[in-house]
């Protein structure tokens, strides 16, 4: 069967209204607000959310399914508001107690979405993005066909960038060696139809601009001590401050071949200056991108 027959069709859709653009972005935020706890995963949401956009246009999927896909993408991690930083935030292999919590993470984002006006364009992603076809996954050990086709995506790309994204702990996959290990696992881990289809996007210069990025055009920069948790956003000049949310040093950002370079000035953030604001201009476009797949939700 394929994969977009699996979505249930719809006649084409009005354009959304400002208020449904604002439900949208106020899930978009909590989920920015949630990833910004880990300095190390800055970005991580957005990249999940191109990835998976990416994939549910090779699998043939229609425009509406394909921003649901998206959306679910950016949210996934919503639950882990419910994570203490220090399990979140560790440097070293979790115990099993602190895997346990871990995995407590899909059902809390199910219980913060209870109740919210959009909950079911994103709730299979939040909730099963971790189900896998063997039916090791959790929370549910759901298997094969039982695994939505949302979640199903949204894993394959969450664990691709977890893979090509440095932590403390150890320095980003290449691309080819993140991809071997998803072919490797095919039917197992990864569904086997999607996973085949994203590792055919190995060379897809699309997905190779979003590795290692925060934002269309923009790489994550490096602290000199901690690595890439420099964000940068689309309205950042030259002569703006960044600030390693890991370590606090600040950086001033200089021109520097048509680009701009975060040099470090020596100097430390302030409790204000370290915390943690949305960038609103990518949450902003992301609910304009995708709020067309939103009147169903209304009842319009």
Known sequence: MLL???????????????????????????????????????????????????????????????????????????????IPDAILNKRDKLSDEEYAIIKTHPEVGRRMLEGHPFSSLVMDAVLLHHETPDGRGYPRGLTQEQIPVVARIVGICDAFDAMTSTRPYRA??????????????????????????????????????????????????????????LLLRRDSVAGDKVYCRSCGSEYALVAHDQTLQAIATGARGSAAQLEARPDDGLIARLAAESACMLSPTLGR
């Open 4 to 82: 977009s027959k699996l979505f249930r069709r719809a006649a084409p859709l009005p354009p959304a209204s400002p208020l449904e653009e604002k439900l949208l972005a106020s899930l978009l935020v909590m989920a920015w607000v949630v990833e910004a706890r880990d300095p190390y995963t800055g970005g991580h949401l957005w990249r999940v959310s191109r990835f998976a956009r990416l994939l549910a246009q090779r699998a043939g999927l229609t425009e509406t399914e394909v921003a649901r896909v998206a959306i679910g993408g950016f949210l996934h991690d919503l639950g882990k508001v419910g």
């Open 172 to 229: 980003g996959m290449p691309i080819e060696k993140a991809m071997s290990i998803i072919r490797d696992n095919l039917g197992r881990q990864f569904d086997a139809e999607l996973g085949g289809q994203f590792v055919a996007l190995a060379e897809d210069a699309e997905l190779r601009h979003v590795v290692g990025h925060s934002d269309d055009g923009i790489p994550l920069q490096s602290c000199q001590m901690c690595g890439p948790t």
